[in-house]
T-cell receptor, first 116, second 113 residues
Framework: AQTVTQSQPEMSVQEAETVTLSCTYDTSESDYYLFWYKQPPSRQMILVIRQEAYKQQNATENRFSVNFQKAAKSFSLKISDSQLGDAAMYFCAYRSLGGSQGNLIFGKGTKLSVKP | DGGITQSPKYLFRKEGQNVTLSCEQNLNHDAMYWYRQDPGQGLRLIYYSQIVNDFQKGDIAEGYSVSREKKESFPLTVTSAQKNPTAFYLC????????????FGPGTRLTVL
């Protein structure tokens, strides 16, 4: 069974600085998707960024980028120029392409605080 | 606007009572999901459905039941058999082809007194 581990329960960053959130996963599959979701205090889950495992190029969405290391099974999220609105819980998630396709496996999350 | 609605936002029930949480989507998605979120935990899958009139158990289905009579609706019943039902419940939907990213509703906070 696949597992997702986020080793940092809490992180803090100064406004306008850069922060990296860690995520590792365990799988025997070669093709899959990886996601980062943001959950602000409103508790609405928002997709931040996604990565297809077959793509070597790291995904980027504006100030958000990932460092995808397939061999190491690592999928970290980098937030550049941090803003107060980035304060939230961040969840890393894995999705298989076969079997129970569509089901997400989540890590336990990292709570990000942004200091003004 | 297309999206997912969950009602109510807060729900209180007495111990021993069944309660049904509503989830409706107008995104024309075939697949729908129910997750449970507890403090300090990620989301855990309760049930999912990839087509009308069909659904499968997730990782923590015991004490819960669902139905999928319409494409737009996927209600979750928390039964009295669920030992620790107080939690935040999230519904999601997705397509079943292509990338099929999951879109989430705003959630329902259930408190059993």
């Amino acid at each position: 069974a696949q597992t997702v581990t986020q080793s940092q329960p809490e992180m803090s960053v100064q406004e306008a600085e850069t922060v990296t959130l860690s995520c590792t996963y365990d799988t025997s599959e070669s093709d899959y998707y990886l996601f980062w979701y943001k959950q602000p205090p409103s508790r609405q889950m928002i997709l931040v960024i996604r990565q297809e495992a077959y793509k070597q190029q790291n995904a980027t969405e504006n100030r958000f980028s990932v460092n995808f290391q397939k061999a190491a099974k690592s999928f970290s999220l980098k937030i550049s120029d941090s803003q107060l609105g980035d304060a939230a819980m961040y969840f890393c998630a894995y999705r298989s392409l076969g079997g129970s396709q569509g089901n997400l496996i989540f890590g336990k999350g990292t709570k990000l605080s942004v200091k003004p | 606007d297309g999206g997912i609605t969950q009602s109510p936002k807060y729900l209180f029930r007495k111990e021993g009572q069944n309660v049904t949480l509503s989830c409706e989507q107008n995104l024309n998605h075939d697949a729908m999901y129910w997750y449970r979120q507890d403090p300090g935990q990620g989301l855990r899958l309760i049930y999912y459905s990839q087509i009308v009139n069909d659904f499968q158990k997730g990782d923590i289905a015991e004490g819960y039941s669902v139905s999928r009579e319409k494409k737009e609706s996927f209600p979750l019943t928390v039964t009295s058999a669920q030992k620790n039902p107080t939690a935040f419940y999230l519904c999601a939907s997705s397509r079943t082809s292509g990338f099929n990213e999951q879109f989430f509703g705003p959630g329902t906070r259930l408190t059993v007194l």
